[in-house]
């Protein structure tokens, strides 16, 4: 069974940095893609970045060149590095990886 667990959230101001990860049990890491998303209140969650399993990353429009998704096939682990932080970046971010999702961090942007 596949299991997540997300750490790095947290209260930053607005122009700030964090970063968040995702640990991710199980054997077969190395051979999926893996994705960050977000959920503001009141609001759909989004895909904010996905690695594949190749390392090809994508982006949304809205965190392009502020934000950076890598990952360590050692660590079983994917990052995304947030630099510039903006208030509208506050959400709660999951990570995802096949059918799974973790339980959330909290990201809060003050201006």
């Known amino acids: 069974q596949v299991q997540l667990v997300e750490s790095g959230g947290g209260l930053v101001q607005f122009g700030g940095s964090l970063r968040l990860s995702c640990a991710v049990s199980?054997?077969?890491?190395?051979?999926?893609?893996v994705g960050w998303y977000r959920q503001a209140p009141g609001k759909q969650r989004e895909l904010v970045a996905r690695?594949?399993?190749?390392?090809?990353?994508a982006y949304a429009d809205s965190v392009k060149g502020r934000f950076t998704i890598s990952r360590d096939n050692a660590k079983k682990t994917v990052y995304l590095q947030m630099n510039s932080l903006k208030p509208e970046d506050t959400a709660v971010y999951y990570c995802?990886?096949?059918?799974?999702w973790g339980q959330g961090t909290q990201v809060t942007v003050s201006s």
């Open positions: 690695i594949g399993s190749d390392y090809s990353t």
């Open positions: 199980g054997s077969i890491f190395t051979i999926y893609s």
């Open positions: 995802n990886f096949i059918a799974a």
